[in-house]
């Protein structure tokens, strides 16, 4: 009995060490955006737009994004956030702001798709800065003029909702309430066999 034990500790240390090495190597980054109306989660696409997904995991570190609203809502096309002049009560410049510098493109080819998060800019290609977009259907005219850095993986409901509310009567692609990121950060995702997936 003493043996059997010793074995099933023995075989439970390997797992307890086994699941640590794969919590150490095995996650994945995600970013992560608590909003008013529930969460959006983000998967990176690191290896065609590395300077872009580096840019946004600065500014959801660094606390850019606590407290913006997703200032322009555009049924059918795109919500858009990242603008630090939307913590103010002011809409009209709204839009306008950003970090204090800007990331050349890195357009690429992965297609403006439902889901797909993209990089906001002015005229110059190499205007983006902290503004992005989440595209509500397949864009296929965005493709090649702004940079897909990501896609939502889980929350495309909160950004429907989001959509669904009602529009400021006289400002158009705008919610009458903007909704706001209480917290946007960066946590790592991981899939283990028999417990499933997690984040943290």
């Given at each position: 009995?003493?043996?059997l034990a010793?074995?099933v500790?023995g075989l439970?240390?390997l797992?307890i060490v086994a699941?640590?090495v794969f919590?150490f190597?095995?996650g994945?980054?995600?970013?992560?955006?608590?909003?008013?109306?529930?969460?959006?989660v983000?998967?990176f696409y690191?290896?065609?737009?590395?300077?872009?997904v580096a840019?946004?995991k600065?500014?959801?570190?660094?606390?850019?994004?606590?407290?913006?609203?997703?200032?322009?809502?555009?049924?059918?096309?795109?919500?858009?956030?990242?603008?630090p002049n939307?913590?103010?009560?002011d809409p009209?410049?709204?839009?306008?702001?950003?970090p204090g510098w800007?990331?050349?493109?890195?357009?690429?080819?992965?297609?403006?798709e439902?889901?797909i998060?993209?990089?906001?800019?002015?005229?110059?290609i190499?205007?983006?800065g902290s503004q992005?977009f989440?595209?509500?259907?397949?864009?296929?005219r965005?493709?090649g003029?702004?940079?897909?850095f990501?896609r939502?993986?889980e929350?495309?409901?909160t950004?429907d909702?989001?959509?669904?509310?009602?529009?400021h009567?006289e400002?158009?692609?705008?919610s009458?309430?903007p909704?706001?990121i209480?917290e946007?950060?960066v946590?790592?995702r991981y899939?283990?066999?028999?417990?499933?997936e997690?984040r943290?």
């Amino acid at each position: 009995m003493n043996r059997l034990a010793t074995i099933v500790a023995g075989l439970g240390g390997l797992l307890i060490v086994a699941v640590g090495v794969f919590l150490f190597v095995g996650g994945t980054p995600v970013g992560v955006m608590n909003t008013e109306l529930g969460e959006i989660v983000i998967e990176f696409y690191p290896d065609v737009a590395p300077n872009h997904v580096a840019n946004w995991k600065k500014l959801a570190r660094d606390g850019f994004f606590d407290g913006t609203t997703f200032h322009r809502v555009a049924p059918g096309f795109v919500i858009q956030g990242g603008d630090p002049n939307s913590r103010d009560i002011d809409p009209y410049n709204d839009g306008l702001g950003g970090p204090g510098w800007f990331v050349d493109q890195e357009f690429n080819d992965v297609p403006h798709e439902r889901g797909i998060v993209s990089m906001a800019r002015g005229e110059a290609i190499n205007s983006a800065g902290s503004q992005f977009f989440i595209c509500l259907d397949d864009l296929p005219r965005l493709d090649g003029l702004y940079t897909v850095f990501g896609r939502v993986i889980e929350g495309m409901d909160t950004v429907d909702a989001i959509v669904a509310l009602p529009l400021h009567p006289e400002m158009p692609e705008r919610s009458l309430d903007p909704v706001r990121i209480i917290e946007a950060s960066v946590q790592t995702r991981y899939r283990l066999p028999l417990i499933g997936e997690f984040r943290f």
